[in-house]
């Protein structure tokens, strides 16, 4: 959904560099979701933020991953020294404040990291 | 911990053919059930489904869930080239919010 704006659209990172993924939301939506789509696997969920909250990260590694989404500007994904492992597609999804849209979801394109 | 499973992982067909795709599911609170496509970018919306035995129709593409057997199909009649896509299956839990859990998708992929 066009709406939903992700930068950049590919990036190539060296082992241990880090990686900062942009994700702005639709207008108006005020959560932000970040899904990791690994290939031939669908999306498995990694955090929900609201505006300078994070509301659930239980799907995010422990290390190296850390995510914000500011009172002003767009939600930074961030990856430190990224592994190879670390390769795939980062969707970015927005939402509503309230409940109640049919879409649930709407989509980015996505970010596909490939880390060399 | 929820869970969806899809089937078949891949299939190929001819144009014409009409294709039925599973979802099956194990959530805690169920709230929705839903079907997403994703050909090259960004997945997009197809239908949600909240009750049981209520089919869904757009076009070609239809889709029903089955509360009691935890699981709901994806069907398309005469398949056209452009459905060749990923189709992913997602499940809501009221217990958490807008946030989907998604299963691994089948793809599907038409030949001319």
């Known amino acids: 959904n066009a709406g939903v704006m992700q930068n950049p659209r590919h990036l190539v990172r060296r082992r241990g560099q880090e990686a900062r993924l942009r994700c702005s939301p639709m207008?108006?939506?005020?959560?932000v979701y970040w899904y990791r789509q690994l290939p031939e696997e669908g999306l498995k969920f990694m955090v929900y933020?609201?505006?300078?909250?994070?509301?659930?990260e239980s799907g995010m590694p422990k290390e190296r991953f850390s995510a914000e989404f500011p009172k002003e500007g767009p939600s930074i994904l961030r990856i430190q020294q990224v592994v190879r492992g670390d390769s795939a597609a980062y969707f970015c999804?927005?939402?509503?404040?309230?409940?109640?849209?049919?879409?649930?979801?709407?989509f980015g394109s996505g970010t596909q990291l490939s880390v060399l | 911990e929820d869970k969806v499973v899809q089937s078949p992982l891949s299939l190929v067909v001819h144009e014409g053919d009409t294709v039925t795709l599973n979802c099956s599911y194990e959530v805690t609170n169920f709230r929705s059930l839903l079907w997403y496509k994703q050909e090259k970018k960004a997945p997009t919306f197809l239908f949600m489904l909240?009750?049981?035995?209520i089919e869904k129709k757009s076009g070609r593409l239809s889709s029903i869930l089955d509360k009691k057997e935890l699981s709901s199909i994806l069907n398309i009649t005469a398949t056209q080239t452009g459905d060749s896509a990923i189709y992913l299956c997602a499940v809501e839990d009221n217990n958490a919010g807008n946030m989907l859990t998604f299963g691994g998708g089948t793809r599907l992929m038409v030949k001319p």
């Open positions: 933020l609201q505006k300078e909250n994070i509301i659930d």
């Open positions: 999804a927005s939402s509503p404040p309230v409940d109640g849209v049919n879409e649930k979801l709407f």
């Open positions: 207008k108006g939506h005020s959560h």
């Open positions: 909240t009750s049981s035995g």
